[in-house]
């Protein structure tokens, strides 16, 4: 069992930057972060290979948003710069407890955050 605790989710003006964070307990294959407005599909913004350090990024966020980890603190960092208005949504920390498909699908993950908000005003 995989418990995740998100947080850093705020208001921001567009252009602004926030970093949000997840810590996990538990062992985990891949890691990610997914965001989702209400009546959308849930969508995958970066996901990371626990062990390899592996990355892969929604078109929509590469070069602005970057995902590190912290393999001691068991925790994983999205910092998300030069923020958007369309960035506006719900974010989701997500873990995968096996070494199955590593992209941005909800599918291959198993393990979800409670969520945190992050609001983008032009």
């Known amino acids: 069992q995989v418990r995740l605790v998100e947080s850093g989710g705020d208001s921001v003006q567009a252009g602004g930057s926030l970093r949000l964070s997840c810590a996990a307990s538990?062992?985990?294959?891949?890691m990610g972060w997914f965001r989702q407005a209400p009546g959308n599909d849930r969508e995958g913004v970066a996901v990371i290979g626990t062990g390899s350090g592996r990355t892969v990024y929604a078109d929509s966020v590469k070069g602005r948003f970057t995902l590190s980890q912290d393999l001691a603190k068991k925790m994983v960092y999205l910092q998300m710069n030069n923020l958007k208005p369309e960035d506006t949504d719900m974010y989701y920390c997500?873990?995968?407890?096996?070494?199955?498909?590593?992209?941005?699908?909800?599918?291959?993950?198993?393990?979800w955050g409670q969520g945190t908000q992050v609001t983008v005003s032009s």
């Open positions: 538990g062992v985990t294959m891949y």
């Open positions: 997500a873990a995968a407890g096996w070494a199955g498909e590593f992209s941005l699908s909800p599918r291959a993950f198993n393990y």
